[in-house]
């Protein structure tokens, strides 16, 4: 472990920092006792514990660049591009594998009986049992790397490089899809009418009801993966190509943050009604109304993770670290994540995707 450095002005501390080998593009997920567990391109699924010392490492092989999901009995959960995907038990040991055809760096999302669903690069989208046997495959017409939402009446989402946002039962079957015009790599977010808020690489913001029908759309001219969040007002937040924007329920712009860096990650609401994002240049920031920084906290340089927040005000989020490389880390910023729908990506602490929780 080591100690992060922040800039003069931020009031955040870096309470610990684990090196890593490699880039992490994972979100964390975080379990009740406070255990944090990411993956790294070094094909390490890694377990931390609160006071920032590892517990163990998973190794895969290959790249994950899938985020953990936490089951109810703190199974976790995850793909990796050896093209498998894993149940590994609280301790690190395998619980099963299951085969895949192709890269998988879809996000699980984890539905209330157990079952575990999440797309591929095979262009299959999978549900397993909790004995890890393949339930069923949907095959859509293109690559998977959307990460499914599952609203409270089970119904699952997702979209696929076919430029088609798919609703499926709990069965496999298909309740509807919607045509978006372009290749869809960044995940949906519920609202709690059920809306479903989603992007599409055609630089256009959807939001649908949940019987498929379109509520309202919105030209972003967005080309990033960033995937919607929910504040605790409602508002919706999504990195559009260089800006931060803040959608209204509605579907109107509320305002835009110009900013000099893709924004590819997901932002994070907060409880103090503020929301945080982060760029390519890795420098984190916090506000709650434009050119007004709450503080920032610079990580040098940083990929496609998502920040992540824990029940004790602690932010985790990879990055560097100046002297050591790539590092994940826990910053300490004293509030809560946001008592919203769908606060961050994949909705909650335990990264579940799903809207009951």
């Known amino acids: 472990m080591f100690p992060g450095r ?28 406070g255990t944090v567990y990411f993956g790294d391109w070094d094909g390490d699924l890694r377990a931390v514990g609160p006071d ?41 040991r395998e619980r099963w594998q299951l085969k895949t055809g192709a890269w998988v760096d879809s996000s699980p999302a984890i539905g209330t009986d157990g079952t575990v ?6 262009h299959g989208f999978y549900a397993a049992a909790l004995d ?26 997702f979209g696929s490089h076919d430029g088609k946002f798919y609703a499926l039962g709990a069965n496999g079957q298909k309740a509807w899809d919607y045509a978006t015009g372009g290749a869809i790599v960044s995940s949906p977010a519920l609202d709690k009418d059920g809306t479903v808020y989603l992007t599409s690489i055609n630089g256009t913001f959807f939001a ?43 579907g109107t712009k ?3 943050q110009p900013y000099q860096e893709f924004i ?20 984190l920031l916090n506000m709650e109304v434009p050119n007004h920084y709450t503080w920032q906290y ?6 496609y993770a998502s920040p992540a927040c824990g029940p004790q005000g602690l932010i985790y989020i990879s990055g560097h670290t100046v002297g050591t490389g790539y590092s994940y880390n826990a910053l300490q910023v004293g509030v809560a994540l946001a008592q919203s729908p769908w606060p961050k990506f994949r909705g909650n602490p335990q990264n579940t995707g799903r809207a009951a929780d």
């Open 6 to 33: 922040a800039r003069s002005e931020s009031v955040v501390t870096n309470v610990w920092a684990v090196g890593l080998g490699g880039p992490s593009d994972c979100s964390a997920a975080v379990a009740p006792d």
């Open 52 to 92: 920032g010392v590892t517990k163990w490492a998973f190794h895969t092989g290959r790249e994950i660049r899938s985020s953990p999901a936490i089951g109810a009995d703190g199974t976790v959960y995850f793909g990796s591009r050896n093209r498998r995907f894993y149940a590994v038990n609280p301790g690190g």
């Open 117 to 122: 669903y999440f797309g591929s690069w095979d």
């Open 132 to 157: 890890g046997t393949a339930k069923w495959k949907f095959t859509t017409g293109g690559p998977v790397t959307s990460s499914p939402a599952i609203d409270r009446a089970g119904t699952i989402y």
């Open 208 to 250: 649908l009801r949940p019987d498929g029908t379109l509520k309202w759309r919105l030209k972003t001219g967005s080309i990033t993966e960033s995937s919607p969040i929910i504040g605790s007002d409602g508002t919706i937040y999504v990195g559009v190509n260089i800006s931060l924007w803040a959608i209204q329920p509605d």
């Open 254 to 256: 509320k305002w835009e």
């Open 264 to 283: 590819d990650a997901a932002p994070l609401a907060l409880a103090d009604g503020s929301v945080c994002f982060i760029s390519h240049y890795g420098l």
């Open 298 to 303: 610079y990580l040098y340089g940083q990929g």
